[in-house]
């Protein structure tokens, strides 16, 4: 069994939950923290070829699309893509969906992308390094990468049924909608692997389970210098107080990040 059949089997049956989250505006990290700071990175793409890797149903490629961007989508997950697809049918924005392994995009030419971004996803790709290779190999030169990912140091994860990294609340508040967080507890960060994420929010219409694997900083930057991808910028993400006051929950992200975004440029050589 080809090792990402489990992984993609989790989207597949989690799609229509999935898309629900986002298209009814539930997704309120990717409302009021990630996708404000992703597309002031992004800046103008009009008349652009954008790839956008791992898109899921849709949501992102078509705010790329109706900002001007000639726009191909791709993802593992066939269940998806046949929801982006739908979407396209109806807004006829121009956007091409492919079914495809990020760490194998046979279907995509070489040298052919202005920008390829990635919406908090990277970490649910299990070999990302082919991914990242995948990535240089069909951008242009001096084409932009531009990615979110769970903040390495500060992602939630449980793994074995034990909080590795973790968020501490006021006690009496931790089951409650008013929860009070203190800090956050981080008992381990390298070594960690693969480990299930738990999409069981009240916000969520049906809870699900899906898989993601930890990497460190030094992970990443290794892989995105192999491939001659040069980080050019590093961002953060900080909810602005318009955001805080929608979402309250997002108030403890004024102390500890979610994520993190970057940006590599696909360089014609990188020193060693």
């Given at each position: 069994?080809?090792?990402?059949?489990?992984?993609m089997?989790?989207?597949?049956?989690?799609?229509?939950?999935?898309a629900?989250?986002?298209?009814?505006?539930?997704?309120y990290?990717?409302?009021?923290?990630?996708?404000?700071?992703?597309?002031?990175?992004?800046?103008?793409?009009?008349?652009?070829?954008?790839?956008?890797?791992?898109?899921g149903?849709?949501?992102?490629?078509?705010?790329l699309?109706?900002?001007?961007?000639?726009?191909?989508?791709?993802?593992?997950?066939?269940?998806?893509i046949?929801?982006?697809?739908?979407?396209?049918?109806?807004?006829?924005?121009?956007?091409?969906?492919?079914?495809?392994?990020?760490?194998?995009?046979k279907?995509?030419?070489?040298n052919?992308?202005?920008?390829?971004?990635?919406?908090?996803?990277?970490?649910?790709?299990?070999?990302?390094k082919?991914?990242?290779?995948e990535?240089?190999?069909?951008?242009?030169?001096?084409?932009?990468f531009?990615?979110?990912?769970?903040?390495?140091?500060?992602?939630?994860?449980?793994?074995?049924?034990?909080?590795?990294?973790?968020?501490?609340?006021?006690?009496?508040?931790?089951?409650?909608?008013?929860?009070?967080?203190?800090?956050?507890?981080?008992?381990?960060?390298?070594?960690?692997?693969?480990?299930?994420?738990?999409?069981?929010?009240?916000?969520?219409?049906?809870?699900?389970?899906?898989?993601?694997?930890?990497?460190?900083?030094t992970?990443?930057?290794?892989a995105?210098h192999?491939?001659?991808?040069?980080?050019?910028?590093?961002?953060?993400?900080r909810?602005?107080?318009?955001?805080?006051?929608?979402y309250?929950?997002?108030r403890?992200?004024?102390?500890?990040?979610?994520?993190?975004?970057?940006?590599?440029?696909?360089?014609?050589?990188?020193?060693?």
């Open positions: 069994m080809p090792k990402d059949d489990k992984v089997s989790e989207w597949d049956e989690a799609a229509e939950t999935f629900n989250f986002v298209q009814e505006g539930k997704d990290f990717r409302e009021g923290l990630n996708n404000p700071v992703a597309f002031r990175l992004i800046g103008n793409v009009k008349g652009k070829m954008v790839l956008d890797l791992a898109c149903e849709g949501y992102n490629t078509r705010i699309a109706k900002k001007g961007a000639i726009v191909v989508g791709v993802d593992f997950s066939a269940r998806l046949e929801l982006a697809r739908q979407k396209e049918t109806k807004e006829r924005l121009g956007i091409t969906y492919h079914i495809s392994d990020a760490a194998d995009m279907d995509l030419p070489s052919n992308f202005d920008l390829v971004v990635c919406f908090m996803a990277l970490h649910d790709i299990e070999d990302y082919n991914a990242l290779s990535v240089a190999r069909v951008l242009k030169e001096d084409g932009r531009i990615f979110s990912i769970p903040h390495p140091c500060f992602e939630r994860i449980v793994k074995d049924g034990e909080s590795i990294i973790d968020w501490r609340y006021e006690e009496g508040t931790e089951n409650t909608t008013d929860k009070r967080p203190i800090h956050l507890e981080i008992k381990q960060y390298f070594g960690i692997g693969k480990y299930k994420t738990q999409w069981n929010m009240r916000r969520v219409s049906k809870p699900f389970e899906t898989t993601s694997f930890h990497r460190t900083l992970d990443y930057f290794q995105l192999t491939n001659r991808l040069l980080v050019s910028r590093l961002v953060e993400s909810p602005t107080s318009k955001a805080v006051s929608k309250p929950l997002l403890k992200r004024l102390k500890i990040p979610q994520s993190i975004i970057i940006e590599a440029i696909k360089m014609k050589t990188i020193p060693p």
